[in-house]
């Protein structure tokens, strides 16, 4: 990784406590319960409504979350009578891997299967001094992004909180195993954070729940592509770093690489941008891949800091990672490192990201939620661009 930073990094802050966030009005679940589609205060009412003492939601919560137990038969200070109850009525406490590839550098990628037909990819990334799980949010996208692998697939749906929460007990639970840790989640995977955004405030106060899986607010990034009319709503209800796809300051550029930008142009965005909360020395994260001939000259880069100004921000720059069928090419390596050093001098920190995973498909951009490397099923994306053409601009 190539850094270029003018000053030290924020202090971490401590991690979240689900049970101060305002509770909707309790409705009992259907069965089979997915109990990671609660938070503990549901948890608890549930425990509640079965005729159970409140400590009993507290025990499956630590047995689910920071005991990462896989079953109930696990959770062994519990009655035998009241596991036997707890089983006959529960979903599996964690997805099936359909798939597992390891790259060569470590990163390792899983397909896992969401029980109806639907499957999505999530990824572990291991560090030095950080383990960071890359979760997906929708199975699919509907943003026809070109350069991006997911961006080619129809949204199949909406993934479920449990389903967002089981990817991250998955990896923890298989990484704990190894004596490995998971210490940051970043929402980067398949899909759309911002158009499930219910779900996704859901999971994140569950993965941030300081009394089970305790990912701090700094280890946690939301990452959007600029959806701008959801970004208020979770800059208000999510304590967590924002990062924004961007890849071009040239609205023309841009609305062929982030097709949103057709109906959120990059005024628009600039100004949700300057509306997130923030305080201390908070920054947005901008993502920026470097496309070969498309948005890689010093002048993009001149005019990247021209718009970044007045906004805190970090630029994460991004080799291109090809894909069967992809319509671009990287960057050269000297030309990145040129385009950093504009960027950097202007006094914003810049980041050149390392690709990882590329050679299992699970690098940035590639995730394709398939089996191995089958052909790649491409969505019929020209008709959804054109649909997108006939979205007004805010």
Known sequence: MSVLTPTAPAPP???????????????????????????????TQCMLAWGEKPYRAQQVWSWMYAKLAGTVEEMTDLS???????????A???????????????????????????????????????GTVCVSS????????PFCRTGTLPLRRNLTTAEIVEQVLF?????????????????????????????????????????????????LT??????????????RNLNVNLAISLHSVRDPVRDQLVPINRKFNLAALRRAALAWP???????????????GVNDTLQDARELVSWLKGIPSKVNLLAFNPWPGAPYTPTPREQILRFQEVVANAGLVTIIRD????????????????????????????????????????
């Not at 802050?13 to 549901?42: G, I, K, Q, Y």
């Not at 929708?138 to 992004?145: I, Y």
């Open 13 to 43: 802050l401590e991690p979240h406590d689900a049970s101060e966030s305002p509770a909707s009005p309790f409705v009992m679940p259907p069965v089979p319960l997915r109990l990671s589609d609660m938070t503990r205060d549901e948890l």
């Open 80 to 90: 035998k009578p009241f596991r036997a109850r707890l089983a006959e009525v529960i």
């Open 92 to 130: 599996p406490l964690r997805p099936t891997a359909i798939s597992h590839r390891v790259s060569a550098d470590g990163t390792e990628k899983w397909l896992l299967d969401c029980g109806d037909g639907v499957a999505t990819e999530t990824v572990f990334i291991p560090d030095e001094e950080r």
């Open 138 to 145: 929708q199975a699919g996208c509907s943003l026809s992004c």
């Open 171 to 219: 990896v923890r639970a298989t990484m704990a195993a190894r004596g490995v840790r998971v210490t940051n989640v970043v929402l980067m995977g398949m899909g759309e954070p911002l158009y499930n955004l219910e779900a996704v405030t859901r999971a994140v106060r569950i993965i941030m729940d300081n009394t089970g899986l305790a990912i701090g607010c700094r280890k």
């Open 222 to 235: 939301l990452s959007t592509s600029g959806v701008v009319n959801k970004m208020e709503e979770a800059g």
């Open 278 to 292: 923030m305080r201390g020395r908070d920054r947005i994260t901008w993502e920026y891949v470097l496309l070969a």
């Open 355 to 394: 690709s990882r995973g590329a050679d299992v498909g699970a690098a940035c951009g590639q995730l394709a939620g398939t089996a191995g490397e089958p052909e790649l099923f491409h969505a019929p994306m020209q008709g959804r661009l054109d649909s997108l053409e006939k979205l007004p601009r805010i």
